[in-house]
């Protein structure tokens, strides 16, 4: 392109966005007082009930690392499913914390005109790189609407409209309902193994078309401008919104799964019997009182002495060193915001009590039988909503010929969460995303950041209950699925990362279960009703469990 050329294509930019910064006004930036913070009637941090949630530094962080792991959905195995089912996770996570101080669950946002009752005001010591510099992010106040923006990319003029979302949705819905159009031609198959296909559709075009949209309601004329948090995966989960937009999202994947139909369980129903009686619970620093010695090999002989033999049809549900309940407590530590200026802060974060499953299962068959555990809780009153079963595990054995045996797992060794378990201040630090660890991958082909930090990616142990009440504490029900696990790829040992959430740790390597992500809450159930779908499963056992909020003290290992 010739000199003259060049300079008549930016003269011809220059004049698209004078014409069009004039149609797409800014809002002004909302007031702020000197600490970074509104005036406290219009938003006060100490009187948002899911403040400490939203703003947990090590969620944030592993959400940010999801994001570099997974890297561009449709690179990693079954990754447009991944993205649906990690989002889904975290939903479950934050509806049930938002139960137990008395909110509703997130609504999902109602539609693309309506203001949008919930205000964001960013952390004043939040940042973000724009224009060789450090600047906060953007804040929102209540009440305000998406509309159009438009913003320069590579050169080129574009202009975002909620009309096109709107097509893109519409679109969308006409392919899960059985037809086909322009962007869709081929009909989507009501099948498991679309699951991928339908995800990648979701994430990719009009997913990331309506974070934009919602971002930029402040700041409809983007060019030149800071972003918001709803398009930083650093931050996103910190605004309400984000929330909002995900639920909205997830209907969408959930409404081609209500097509489904039930599962039949019954073709994978190894012949192994596990009863309700057969889940055992208990906390770590009980164990230690009543036989120290047992961490040794972390109570498999304790476990098959006190509950197998001559004690397997026993019923511990009364007995001292068993508990059908599950503690948290909150805590506090100093958090230093080493991605950004190194600014300290006290902060509470709430922290689970350590604890063992001991699980009695039967093989029933006079074969070598491989099992697969998968591990799910639910706060009572959601228990018919397959969308908020909260994974816990999953693990693979292997049982003798007509073995009766006992299971033991920690549960800081979830499949869930990133591992070692984060438990102390130095190993909640080590998930930072610092700049010297930007510099060290700059550079580095994308699998080769994805599997560098495959070992940071997990749910964080500290959060992998709900916080629950306190008093008699919040009803959860837990459930134990035991499926097949011939060839269904789910490892016999524990990996450093979550394959559950972030894939597998390989680039390459395909997802590691073979069954559909959730399951076996990946279809609807039986009328609706959870007991129904479960009912007569010699598979399948679910127990009664409190989780309880705690003033005083206990002990962690």
Known sequence: MTNTTTE????????????????????????????????????????????????????????????????????????????????????????????????????????FTTPIPDSFYPHPYLFQKWNHTRVHFLARPANQTPHDFVELIDGKVRVYT??????????????IDGGTNIIHPIPLKKVDSNANILGLEVARPFHGHGHKILSNIMSPY????????????????????FLKWHRYVDNIFLRWQNYLGPSDFHHDAPNVTIRTTDIILSFTDVLL?????????????????????????????????????????MKYREYVWREDLFDKENISYVFPRDWHYFLRVTNEVDITSIITFRIFIVPE??????????????????LRPFEKTVIVREADKSIIIRKPA??????????????????AETGLPTQNVSEKLFCNCGWPYHMILPRATKGEGTKFKMIVFISDGTNDMVPFYGQCGSTVLCGAEKWSDKFPDIRPMGYPFNRPFKDGSYEKTFKGLHNVAIKDVAIIWKDDDFSEF
């Open 381 to 398: 009153v959601f228990s018919d909503s397959i969308v908020h079963w909260i994974e816990l595990d999953k693990f693979k054995k292997i």
């Open 422 to 439: 984060q438990k102390t201040d130095s190993q909640f630090d080590e998930s930072q995303i610092i700049p010297s660890l930007h510099k």
């Open 8 to 111: 008549d294509a930016n003269e011809s930019i220059a004049l698209q966005l004078a014409k069009l910064k004039y149609i797409f006004k800014n809002s002004p930036p909302p007031k702020l007082n000197p600490n970074g913070w509104p005036d406290k009637d219009v938003y006060d941090p100490e009187l948002d009930k899911m403040f400490w949630w939203r703003n947990d530094p090590v969620l944030n962080e592993f959400h940010e690392i999801w994001h570099v792991v997974i890297t561009g959905v449709d690179d990693k195995d079954r990754g447009g499913e991944n993205f649906i089912h990690m989002h889904r996770q975290l939903l479950a996570r934050y509806d049930a914390d938002r139960l137990c101080v008395g909110l509703e669950k997130v609504t999902p946002l109602s539609d």
């Open 222 to 241: 983007a060019i030149d401008y800071p972003i918001s948090v709803l398009m930083s995966a650093r931050a996103g989960i910190r605004d309400p919104l």
């Open 289 to 329: 009182k009543v036989y120290p010695d047992g961490q040794k090999d972390e109570w498999s002989e304790f476990g098959k002495k006190t509950f197998g033999g001559s004690n397997f049809d026993v019923d511990f549900t009364s007995s001292p060193i068993v508990t059908n309940e599950l503690h948290t407590k």
């Open 162 to 175: 909620i009309s096109n979302l709107e097509e893109e949705i519409q679109s969308l819905i006409e392919w």
